[in-house]
């Protein structure tokens, strides 16, 4: 029998929320024993979901629990606050994605789990997608040969019009809250595959804007363009978007091939198949399911923390998003690293 896992959540505003907590009342060695959010139906929800003991304040849960770790399911800024004030009790810490509001938080969330010596986990959702996983074993075994562009679009017709509950909706249309508009939520995610496979860009170039939905305080479509010295890729956000055509595509192009992960499939183009083909993708080895299962198989040992989910990639995805932004508002090219002063903190894309 393997030792019980007991995790506290902090915070319930993000919507992802719910498919951890069932996760978790499918496996007896895992307990959620605590939940934390200042909004009463949060708390009502999460009792009605199994989680017997619920607080209105994350400090609460923390001194009156006795924890191996905590998920964060707050909004970007607040969980950087979460995220330290565990880290600094010992416990591992689990955050959404992308890590923080600004990259300033990032530095400092990072800092304060590596100076605990606990683990910092990133849940990207797209992790658990049996063809990426796929598709990075191959670039890693250098199957499409040298990298030079990763291209990712992630868009939907909008937080509100999708469902996402009232909670999620209000933060992810606040720019000092979310960091941003659409290009925090989506852009995102083409800034952690490329700084994954690519390292962090040389420069980063950015343009957003309300296309559609003009009553929002943020942006809902943007397009961030990052440049290393052999490589160019780019990562595209909307929230206007009918349809899903197009959506959710990786795309990574070698001078050897061509990977598009699509569909759960896994096609790959090169010089015998310039049409393409469907490779056979293996399923997923056990630990690597989804981000619950994950993360315990990390605090146990059992496997490695995958890269795309490690605070080391969140940082410089932040990073990338954070010159996104300078490059938005000061409708110029940013280059990276950037220096201290020219840190931007939660003012958002105009």
Not at 134 to 160: D, M, N, S, W
Not at 279 to 304: C, F, M, Q, T
């Amino acid at each position: 029998m393997k030792r019980q896992i007991r995790i506290g959540i902090l915070g319930m505003s993000h919507d992802h929320v719910w498919d951890f907590i069932k996760y978790a009342t499918d496996v007896a060695d895992i307990v959620i024993v605590a939940a934390a959010d200042s909004d009463p139906i949060l708390r009502a929800k999460a009792s009605a979901a199994g989680v017997q003991t619920t607080y209105a304040t994350a400090d609460e849960l923390l001194t009156r629990m006795e924890l191996d770790a905590v998920a964060i399911f707050a909004d970007n800024r607040q969980s950087v606050d979460l995220g330290i004030a565990a880290a600094g009790r010992g416990l591992h810490v689990l955050v959404e994605k992308p890590i923080a509001a600004d990259y300033a938080g990032a530095v400092a969330l990072t800092q304060a789990t590596a100076r605990a010596g606990v683990t910092l986990m990133v849940n990207w959702p797209f992790a658990w997608w049996a063809n990426i996983q796929y598709a990075f074993t191959l670039i890693e075994r250098g199957r499409i040969g040298k990298l030079f562009q990763v291209q990712y679009r992630a868009a939907h017709c909008g937080p509100r019009e999708l469902g996402c509950s009232p909670q999620f909706v209000d933060w992810l249309y606040d720019p000092y809250r979310n960091g941003a508009g659409v290009m925090m939520d989506y852009c995102c995610y083409g800034a952690a595959l490329t700084c994954m496979l690519l390292g962090l860009p040389s420069r980063v170039s950015a343009i957003a804007g309300r296309l559609r939905k003009v009553d929002l305080p943020a942006e809902d479509n943007a397009v961030l363009v990052m440049q290393h010295a052999t490589a160019i890729s780019t990562a595209t956000a909307s929230w206007t978007q009918q349809g899903h055509l197009t959506s959710y595509e990786p795309i990574f192009y070698g001078d050897k091939g061509t990977l598009v992960a699509r569909n759960g499939k896994l096609l790959l183009s090169d010089a015998e198949h310039d049409e393409g083909t469907v490779l056979r993708v293996p399923k997923i080895a056990d630990g690597y399911n989804n981000a619950l299962e994950h993360y315990v198989a990390v605090i146990r040992g059992e496997v490695s923390l995958l890269p795309i989910c490690s605070g080391e990639v969140g940082l410089l995805a932040q990073h990338v998003l954070e010159a996104g932004i300078i490059s938005v508002n000061t409708n110029q090219a940013v280059s990276l690293p950037l220096p201290p002063a020219a840190l931007y903190v939660g003012g958002g894309a105009r």
